[in-house]
């Protein structure tokens, strides 16, 4: 069955670093992946989608980036983090087998200090 | 404007209790997930309906989709259920959430 796998569970990291947040995918291929950004407060919105390598689309102008390196890998970035980058990231994923697959990582909790 | 809205963002409940989440969406939608996200956890998919009612142990999702309207029912509440409910709908191009439902069952 197809699964999605995000790591880091939690993360706590200075304002100033980078980021890396990473999302798999395993027991398909060919995923359409999206991350999302819940901020306090506010529900979950759409930073990122790919349909496929190297193909990324932005929904929100952002201190962010996201990069698909391979087919069952998508990967969230920053070069510097900002106290506003603090929230819940979710990683979601469509698979191509029909109308009903679509499945969502456990997400990453990551807070900027 | 958001597509999805979810009632009530906050619910406390006695232990036992019925509860009810309701979710109002405004897309033609192919797909309604129920979410549950612990505090400070992640998230559990719950349910996936796209027509009809789904039961799993205590709790039951029901979608109508000629109202765009789904519910989500947790019979004999426990304490362990307490968590944020997030309704997500999928109309073909990419998933909006609602902001959650925050529920706390007390013993």
Known sequence: SQT???????LV???GSPLSLEC???????PNLYWYRQAAGRGLQLLFYSVGIGQISSEVPQNLSASRPQDRQFILSSKKLLLSDSGFYLCAGTFRGGPYEQYFGPGTRL??? | KNEVEQSPQNLTAQEGEFITINCSYSVGISALHWLQQHPGGGI???FMLSSGKKKHGRLIATINIQ???SSL??????PRDSAVYICAVWPGNQFYFGTGTSLTVIP
């Open chain 1, 111 to 113: 807070t900027v200090t």
């Open chain 2, 67 to 69: 109202e765009k309207h």
């Open chain 2, 44 to 46: 559990v998919s719950l």
């Open chain 1, 4 to 10: 999605i796998h995000q790591w880091p569970a939690t």
């Open chain 1, 24 to 30: 798999t995918v395993e027991g398909t291929s060919n």
């Open chain 2, 73 to 78: 029912h947790i019979t004999a509440s426990h």
């Open chain 1, 13 to 15: 990291q200075p304002v």
